[in-house]
Each structure stands twice: as structure tokens, then as C-alpha cells.
């Protein structure tokens, strides 16, 4: 069974940066792609960005494209979303997640959840 645990979150101000981490045990080897979602109070869960696994290819969504950027470490089974130029818009928890297959942008085809880790920009 794939588990996820994500870190990194905090407060912070806005023009600045945060890395989360998420790191992967139970087999990545049934991973195909790893996302991060974000949920906002009051606000439907988002997309944020994806990687294949395998690959490295990545998928970022427009709200933060050229901001944030996704990665990850095979070696040390831990997928990473580096975030630059925060906003208070960007104030949410933010989830990984991962799924067997190419998941894309809906997060109905992503199998594996983290318990979230909340991020906090402030004006």
C-alpha cells in the first residue's frame, strides 16, 4: 500500500518561498504519475502540478506556472513543489497524490492521498 506524507508548510510572506516535500513508501514501482493539489477554504480542490515518475515529464497549472515548479528524487522516493513569489491567494492545504496510470489534471484518477500540509501566505 502506497502511503504519502507531505511537509514543508508554514506561514510565510507573501513574496516568498516554500518547498513542500512529499515523500513516498510502500512501492513506487506502481506509480505513474504524482501530483500536488491545493484546497482553499471554501473553494473546490485545485490542481496544482504533475510528474510522471518515470519520465520527469511535468504539468503545471496556469494560476502558477512559472512560479512553483514540480520534482522529483527517485533516489530518495520523494516527490518536491517548489513555490516562488507566494501569494495570499496561494494560502491552502496542499496535497500529493499519486496514481497507477497518466492521472492528468482531475484528481478522481489519483489512487494514493496525503494528509495535506497547509500553506499560509500572509499580505
Known amino acids: 500500500q502506497v502511503q504519502l506524507v507531505e511537509s514543508g508548510g508554514g506561514l510565510v510572506q507573501a513574496g516568498g518561498s516554500l518547498r513542500l516535500s512529499c515523500a513516498v513508501s510502500?512501492?513506487?514501482?506502481?506509480?505513474?504519475?504524482m501530483g500536488w493539489f491545493r484546497q482553499a477554504p471554501g473553494k473546490e480542490r485545485e490542481f496544482v502540478a504533475l510528474i510522471t515518475w518515470s519520465a520527469g515529464n511535468t504539468h503545471t497549472a496556469d494560476s502558477v506556472n512559472g512560479r512553483f515548479t514540480i520534482s522529483r528524487d527517485a533516489a530518495k522516493n520523494t516527490a518536491y513543489l517548489q513555490m516562488t513569489s507566494l501569494n495570499p491567494e496561494d494560502t491552502a492545504v496542499y496535497y500529493c497524490a499519486a496514481g497507477p496510470y497518466y492521472s492528468g489534471r482531475n484528481s478522481a484518477g489519483y489512487r494514493y492521498w496525503g494528509q495535506g500540509t497547509q500553506v499560509t501566505v500572509s499580505s
Open positions: 510502500g512501492g513506487t514501482f506502481s506509480i505513474y504519475t
